[in-house]
């Protein structure tokens, strides 16, 4: 199995900045994408950026311009530095990894558990 451990969430105020990391862990072959959802209370989760193993990367349009993410092939880890951070940038924001596993011929979808991310004066 593939374990993900988020970590760098918090109560940051309006402007400020976070960075959030992802490390991945376990019997890996490889990974493919990963990338940062996020789920508010009351909303459906949602992409917020993902990265391909080539460095391609993908943003929702409201968080174009203030997040970068980034990814280090050789730490299975994948960040997401988040700048003028808003009060509706506000949720639990999980990794998610597409993997493959040693032995195996199939990627599948792995989930962290999640880090709060709250914006708020």
């Known amino acids: 199995q593939v374990q993900l451990v988020e970590s760098g969430g918090g109560l940051v105020q309006p402007g400020g900045s976070l960075r959030l990391s992802c490390a991945a862990s376990?019997?890996?072959?490889?990974?493919?994408?990963m990338g940062w959802y996020r789920q508010a209370p009351g909303k459906e989760r949602g992409l917020v950026a993902s990265i391909t193993r080539g460095h391609n990367t993908n943003y929702a349009d409201s968080v174009k311009g203030r997040f970068t993410i980034s990814r280090d092939n050789a730490k299975n880890t994948v960040y997401l530095q988040m700048n003028s951070l808003k009060p509706e940038d506000t949720a639990v924001y999980y990794c998610n990894a597409d993997a493959l596993l040693r032995a195996s011929f199939v990627y599948k979808d792995y989930w962290g558990q999640g880090t709060q991310v709250t914006v708020s004066s």
């Open positions: 376990g019997s890996i072959s490889s990974i493919n994408r």
